[in-house]
């Protein structure tokens, strides 16, 4: 049977809209919602049909779970203001992947970061189910956070907090960076009179041999064949962007330094 | 109707068996296959039940349209041992984004690219009619580069010379650059013991906002918002791999100057 806990939703942006749709569908309680602007706390709530509020000394005390979802250079602060709700009888949960557990360590008895590595949209239908959630924990915590993150997905990953640190920074590369990459592509078309949508067929193939053959043996390309004329050619094409021109220098440097 | 033209096929790799392909099943006639193996040659001559050979001395004289479809390193080789071949009945076309028109065009009295900016693949069933292709062609020799790509594929560009260079430029980063930035996620997530897989969500979801939205509307991360904390931190984390600690500062500064 599946575990009811009593939340209390700290955030009302993407992931707090998410999560707690989410926990609703699994019959958990949320008690509360919290926001810096009332009206959003408000527009949560309605859809929970609970209390809101926008002052964080009037946080409902009976929840067994705070989820602190707030953006990540406001955790922190939210953490230490929210410290009088702090007991061994309930834990609290950030949801960052950049921020650290510690954060929460120093003033808790029981606390986890439960994160998902995928952008979440308010906006956006998704099944939660099938969100990857990554888990760090102090032993102690480990196990109700787990109970906590299985209520919402199916795919849990329990990481240590250095591997969540450098799972973030994959993600930084897998999703920031590929899609700045994307981004160039694009400019160059629009600069050149050229439709970006030639591309689309290529950039679909590119993220489907990632996932099917792996980034490693999927590796094409003027760097990948050593074709230093072509380097040499494209490297000056971009000589109006010094940074640019670096960029594609190091990237195919570091494509040859790293063949399959 | 459409036209019903003789060709020779040079060359036997993925483009060369993709394109004969769709040329045969387009009712186009194949008079023979030539590659350096003869091995190959007859492979993908079987196929089309036609002549084959390794020699460039013994090319069909008969063509309409001679298809070079060899590597980039070998165009302006082939281009010049089979210049015996040229006549104003005949035409002269070779597939390669990154090989200019010009290798062809001191030699030939007809000469265009056909380029599909897509890696092809002999193994992968495709729908070739899908797959965009860019022409590059004197004036005198574009109406019929025109109809030969028509046969080919229902998805046509007409690029002057450095519009192609620059498409080609900017395929690279699409295409090789990005997956290079998953290359890297995978490498990070093996060396701490962390599933690539846990990335595959987000990888998707990267590729789909790409096409979706565009890319530069679609950035996200501690560059696009200039979370300068993670970015030192991240960055640090790099430190044994110095070219892609440099990589990362860069990329990062060309996120922040390129704004949506």
């Not at 009593?6 to 707090?16: D, E, L, P, R, Y």
């Not at 008690?31 to 809101?52: D, M, N, P």
């Not at 990540?72 to 602060?77: Q, Y």
């Not at 990554?134 to 032993?139: D, R």
Request: charged share 25%; with cysteine.
């Amino acid at each position: 049977m599946k575990p009811k806990f009593k939340f209390v939703i700290i955030g009302s942006g993407n992931i707090a809209w998410q999560m707690s749709k989410k926990l609703k569908k699994e019959k958990q309680k949320i008690l509360q919602i919290y926001s810096r602007k009332i009206a959003s706390a408000k527009k949560l709530a309605t859809v929970h049909k609970c209390e809101y509020t926008s002052s964080l000394r009037k946080i409902n005390r009976d929840a067994d779970i705070y989820l602190i979802a707030v953006s990540d250079d406001a955790i922190a602060e939210v953490a230490g203001k929210i410290s009088y709700l702090n007991s061994d009888k309930n834990i609290f949960i950030h949801t960052s992947g950049s921020i650290s557990l510690k954060v929460l360590e120093g003033i808790y008895e029981n606390a986890a970061v439960i994160w998902p590595p995928q952008s979440i949209n308010k906006e956006i239908k998704i099944d939660f189910s099938k969100v990857p959630l990554c888990i760090t924990a102090e032993k102690k915590s480990l196990t109700l956070a787990k109970k906590i993150a299985k209520l919402l997905s199916n795919k849990i990953y329990i990481l240590e907090e250095n591997q969540k640190q450098q799972l973030h920074l994959a993600a930084v590369f897998a999703n920031n960076f590929s899609n700045h990459m994307a981004a160039v592509a694009e400019k160059i078309c629009l600069e050149n009179d050229l439709d970006f949508k030639i591309l689309h067929p290529i950039l679909k193939e590119t993220f489907e041999k990632i996932v099917k053959v792996g980034p490693r043996e999927a590796q094409t390309g003027p760097a990948s064949r050593s074709d230093q004329l072509t380097m040499s050619k494209q490297e000056a094409m971009l000589k109006k962007d010094v940074s640019l021109k670096k960029i594609y220098g190091l990237i195919s440097k570091h494509i040859q330094e790293n063949q399959a």
